[in-house]
């Protein structure tokens, strides 16, 4: 009867709010304006997080001036403000933009000094730039607000279903006299299908967000690649793929694409890192012929 009433009283609030809805147009603006609010918020929070999780320094530009007068090329060229420079102790040798065009950061492992030559980290700073300049890690912020958006709403019109289930099949065993495991069975297999359903679709998604993801880092490649020497960024992700482990804090913002498998391939954040250095030198091949 718990079962039953609850389906009743969730159903009822679908009907109220389908009553009180304005036109379509409507309901979807503030949906969607909704979970883009949410996730604005998100972005923000989170980026403080991490520049406070990082204890980042910022690098003098007294110290390598010939560096700074490069990212104040660079950064003309791509269309940002010169974003601060960074240095941290990253998980490893890698690199990461924080922010936007306007309020930009690039965080440097401070091994990457030593590990790259000066071409090779003109480049990825170059990839990072282009990064700040399409405001990558706020578009995929808000990405992932909106599927959570979704898979709530899908699971919340669900829900009236799965309680509808797992009452009728409780009261029916009552009625029956049936075998009390027999019932929890099946609630727990109406339980397991709606979340099941919940899933698929927070699943396919999230694939959508991870695909526009991978994307992004191609076109920061190409972006890169049209400032800088495209075999340097080649030479500096190979170099950073052979020194870096991913995951932890950073797994979705930093260089890197070593993971193999067709469903972590389809979830990945950042491409094949061997399919990101063939284009690379596939474009560096390319423009040696012209």
């Known amino acids: 009867m718990v079962y039953v009433t609850l389906a009743f009283a969730t159903y009822r609030a679908l009907l109220f ?4 809805r304005p036109d379509p147009v409507t309901t979807v603006v503030v949906v969607v304006g909704l979970a883009l609010g ?4 998100s972005y923000r929070i989170g980026t403080a997080r991490i520049r406070y999780a990082l204890d980042a320094v910022e690098l003098p530009p007294g110290e390598m001036p010939g560096l700074y007068r490069r990212i104040d090329t660079l950064s003309a060229r791509i269309g940002v403000e010169t ?4 240095v941290a102790s990253l998980p490893g040798p ?7 065009a306007r309020d930009g950061d690039v965080v440097i492992d401070g091994s990457l000094f030593r590990l790259l030559t000066a071409a090779e980290l003109e480049a990825i700073i170059a990839h990072e730039l282009a990064h700040l300049k399409g405001r990558d890690s706020l578009v995929k912020t808000l990405g992932y607000s909106l599927v959570r958006t979704a898979t709530g709403l899908v699971w919340f019109v669900l829900l009236p279903v799965a309680l509808l289930v797992g009452g009728v099949a409780r009261a029916v065993a009552l009625l029956r006299d049936d075998d009390p495991v027999a019932v929890r069975r099946t609630i727990r297999t109406a339980d397991t299908a709606v979340t099941g359903l919940v899933v698929v679709c927070l699943f396919l998604l999230t694939a959508v967000v991870q695909a526009y993801s991978r994307r992004r880092e191609y076109a920061a490649d190409e972006r890169a690649a049209r400032l800088t020497d495209p075999l340097a960024l080649a030479r500096a992700l190979e170099k950073i793929e052979r020194a870096t482990t991913p995951g932890g804090l ?11 498998g067709p469903l972590i391939d389809l979830l990945a954040s950042h491409p094949p890192m061997a399919e990101r250095v063939e284009r690379l030198r596939r474009t560096a091949t390319e423009r040696r012929r012209d």
């Not at 949410?38 to 918020?41: L, N, R, S, T, V």
């Not at 974003?83 to 960074?86: E, G, I, S, V």
């Not at 950073?250 to 694409?257: A, D, E, F, P, R």
């Open 250 to 260: 950073l797994s979705t913002l930093v260089i890197h694409g070593d993971e193999e």
């Open 94 to 100: 890698n690199a990461l933009a924080l922010g936007g």
């Open 83 to 86: 974003p601060r420079l960074m």
């Open 38 to 41: 949410m996730g604005y918020a």
């Open 17 to 20: 709010l389908w009553a009180q």
